[in-house]
Every structure is written in C-alpha cells, then in structure tokens.
C-alpha cells in the first residue's frame, strides 16, 4: 500500500506531498491521493491513484531517473510528444504530467493516465479460459488502435524482435530462406541479414497444430499476419475486413487522427536540450504555468 513519508530533507515543497511504495518514494502533486502499486517495469512504477479534485480514478507512473540513460530519456520524451495528440478508446490517454520543482535540474518524471481495470497481459496469464469470443474481441480492439496511430503516421517503423527471439521465430514460422531469398532483403543491416541466414533450416509449425482449437478464420488472419517480411505482411485495414474480424467492424467508426504527428527527434540532442523540451511538453497540461512561461521556448 501507499504509505504517507516525510521528505528525504525534511523539507516539504509547496503543492508536493511524498509516500513511499515498494521502497520508492513519490513525490507528487497534493491534488492525488495514490492507493497502491499495481506494477512495475523497466521504465517505473505505477500506482493507482484519485484526483481528489475530480474523484477520478488513475493511474500514476514515476520514471525514476530519466535521464541516466539518455536513449531511455528520448523514448520518454517521444511518449509524451505522442500521446499529447492522441485521443481514441483503444489507447491510453494521458491525463497529466506533473511539473516538477525545478526546471534545470529535475530527475524524475510522473506521468498520470487513466486508469484500466486491467491489461491484456493478466487476463491472458489468468486461469480464465478464453473462448473465441475473447480472442475476437481482444484482437479488434488491438487492430482499431493500431489503425489510429498509423492514420496519424508513427508505427511506420517495423518491430522486429531482438537476436535472442530470432531462433523461436524461425521455429514456429519457418525459415525466411526456405522459400524465397528476397524475403530477407527488407533486412538493411548486413549483420542482420547474416545472423538471420546463420540460423538452422526450419519449416515451421502449422498454427493449426500449435492452436488445435482455434477457429479456422482466426489462424487464416494470423497466417496473414505473422509474414516475415513487412511489405508482404496484410495491412491493419485489410486485417480488419478479414472475415474473421469483419462482423465487428464498422469503417465509419473510426476517423483518423486529425493531426499527423512529427516525432522526428535529433538523436543527438544532450540532456539538458531533452529535459528543456520535456519542460515544454509538461506545460500543455498546466496552462497557468505556461502562460508565465510564454516565449520560452518554440
């Protein structure tokens, strides 16, 4: 649970009040009130939290240290460039972002978003069985949230997983090079390309035997999808006509994001130049704030 701490200086700040929560302390805006801890990964905490002002529920995550690592300190400040702009019911919104006491010198980052009741992960891993109708309506919902955030032009990129997955990769949808070269030539890294040709010779495992009781339309979508190479793979419109998800869909429900997204971002940018535009970001949410703050930065 969430338990009430004094400042590691003994020194409250104003508008600020600290708990502690798996031995981490929060210093956060006095308007939440954080219950417990609900999990933790490589990028933080988060609790559950209410905003005492609105008796709304969230959930609060604390990025602790966000700029020891200054590749992590980009993707953060990516996340929050993204989400500022998106509003759609299959992804998360962001309701906040506190700003912290001091500009120059901040460390740590609290993000406040609505809170789920769950995630995708637990009930998957829960004891529940999951009948057909689970599956179809997890994998709509997946699918309606991709097609937003590729209609406001990210996720251009492909996710291709790390070297230590390419072996189970192979294993289940066979080797690439089993059936035609070029399959593998969308690989721009010839290192890359090299390891994924040093990997023994497989056929694959039909989906059919690894899902016995699949619905036969489900496996034909993820035969579909799970296309080694990106340009060969159906598209998330396509997939979302598949007979397996057209009953579900209505186009007419999902309008584009209205604004496409630029996170072109320098790669080179220093810490102080990411905690600057980090600050800048932070202030879309606390517009008192940001008008003493006009013409600061572009």
């Not at 066979?174 to 010839?190: A, V």
Request: proline share 7%.
């Amino acid at each position: 649970m969430a338990t009430p701490v004094e400042p590691p200086n003994g020194v409250k700040t104003t508008g600020k009040h600290y708990y502690s929560m798996w031995q981490t302390l929060f210093e956060i805006d006095t308007k939440y009130v954080p219950v417990k801890p609900i999990g933790r990964g490589a990028y933080g905490i988060v609790c559950s939290s209410i905003n005492r002002e609105t008796n709304e529920k969230v959930a609060i995550k604390k990025i602790h240290n966000a700029f020891d690592n200054r590749i992590d300190a980009l993707r953060t400040l990516r996340e929050l460039k993204l989400l500022r702009h998106l509003r759609h019911e299959n992804v998360i919104g962001l309701k906040d972002v506190m700003m912290p006491v001091q500009r120059r010198s901040f460390k740590d980052v609290y993000l406040v978003y609505e809170l789920m009741d769950t995630d995708l992960h637990q009930i998957v891993k829960s004891a529940q069985a999951l009948t057909n109708d689970h599956c179809q309506y997890f994998l709509f919902q997946l699918l309606r949230g991709l097609k937003y955030l590729h209609s406001a032009n990210i996720l251009h990129r492909d996710l291709k997983p790390g070297p230590r997955s390419y072996s189970f990769v192979v294993t289940i949808m066979g080797h690439p090079l089993i059936q035609r070269e070029d399959d593998i030539q969308f690989i721009d890294n010839p290192k890359a390309r090299k390891f994924i040709k040093s990997l023994p010779y497989s056929l694959g495992t039909p989906f059919s035997r690894l899902y016995p009781h699949a619905h036969p339309m489900a496996i034909d979508l993820l035969q579909k999808m799970l296309v080694f190479d990106p340009s060969k793979r159906i598209s998330v419109t396509e997939a979302l006509q598949h007979p397996y998800m057209s009953p579900l869909y209505d186009p007419n429900s999902d309008p584009p994001a209205q604004v496409p997204i630029n996170l072109d971002i320098d790669e080179d940018l220093g810490e102080d130049m990411i905690r600057e535009m980090m600050w800048f970001e932070m202030l879309q949410y606390h517009p008192q704030t940001a008008e003493a703050n006009i013409g600061v930065i572009s």
